[in-house]
């Protein structure tokens, strides 16, 4: 069983950045797929970027550039470090963690873009 609490969340205006962060509690975790995933209002729940055991990294074409996935094993921790934010990057933004068949969820943490 995976745990996952995200933080960091708020208001930033356009052109700033934000880092949200994500704990988590697994035995295993340095094998996780970790993720961070983002859902607007009316939309369907999109992929951010993915950071894999070994430290790739994968992200979505209209992030790449402006936002950087990191984790810490020893801490558990994953991060997701936002800049030149815009308008477009409101939603709700998740943490995931990937094994296998196997899918966790956090709450989900705000982050909403506006002036």
């Known amino acids: 069983q995976v745990q996952l609490v995200e933080s960091g969340g708020g208001l930033v205006q356009p052109g700033g950045s934000l880092n949200v962060s994500c704990a988590a509690s697994a035995t295993w975790f340095r094998i996780y797929i970790m993720g961070w995933f983002r859902q607007a209002p009316g939309k369907q729940r999109e992929l951010v970027a993915t950071?894999?055991?070994?430290?790739?990294?994968n992200y979505a074409d209209s992030v790449k550039g402006r936002f950087t996935i990191s984790r810490d094993n020893n801490k558990q921790t994953v991060h997701l470090q936002m800049n030149s934010l815009k308008p477009d990057d409101t939603a709700v933004y998740y943490c995931n963690a990937h094994l296998a068949k196997d899918d966790y969820w956090g709450q989900g943490t705000q982050v909403t873009v506006s002036s």
């Open positions: 950071i894999h055991a070994d430290g790739y990294t």
